[in-house]
């Protein structure tokens, strides 16, 4: 059972855009998981609109967070499950892979532009708030307790103070 107001899903969706699994969705909070999701919604993998690298759902705000690639990060209402819609995005100054929201802040994973800190408060205009280069390629992140854990492929995993 969820037991969390964040839903967080690592998926890498190479040109399949952002999926929104009606198994995965209607299972939260009833630990129920059908073993045949269907899919519910759709946003195309359009080269000029990005490609989902990785997506955090907060159900709370019926938003999705997407990293998409050179698109950077991009914010989808979700409330009707059928039909997101994008709300805003920031092109980010690397290639957005992964990401990790928490509050009003979304952590992207930003490839070669290491680690992006972007104020989400206003879904509709985010804004980068600042930046962490990484010595290698930041490919995941995960923040707990005022740190950023950071996948950085070559340049191993860092630990960032993000308070």
């Not at 080269?47 to 990293?67: I, P, S, T």
């Not at 994973?109 to 989400?120: K, S, T, Y």
């Not at 980068?128 to 923040?143: C, I, K, Q, S």
Request: aromatic share 6%; glycine share 14%.
């Amino acid at each position: 059972m969820f037991n969390h107001d964040l839903l967080s899903f690592r998926r890498r969706l190479p040109q399949a855009g952002l999926l929104i699994l009606l198994g995965i969705l209607c299972g939260v909070g009833t630990g129920l998981v059908q073993a045949d999701p269907a899919l519910l919604g759709q946003w195309p993998g359009v080269v000029r609109d990005g490609e989902a690298q990785g997506v955090v759902v907060r159900e709370d705000l019926n938003l999705a967070f997407v990293a998409a690639g050179e698109a950077g990060l991009m914010v989808f209402d979700v409330s009707e499950r059928t039909r997101p819609f994008l709300r805003g995005r920031l092109d980010t100054p690397g290639f957005a892979k992964a990401l990790h929201v928490q509050d009003t802040r979304a952590y992207v994973a930003d490839g070669e532009g290491g680690l992006a800190i972007i104020d989400v408060g206003n879904p509709v205009s985010p804004q980068l708030l600042g930046r962490h280069d990484t010595p290698g390629v930041a490919e995941d992140v995960v923040v707990v307790g005022g740190r950023a854990y950071i996948a950085d492929g070559s340049g191993g995993w860092l630990v960032v103070d993000v308070s």
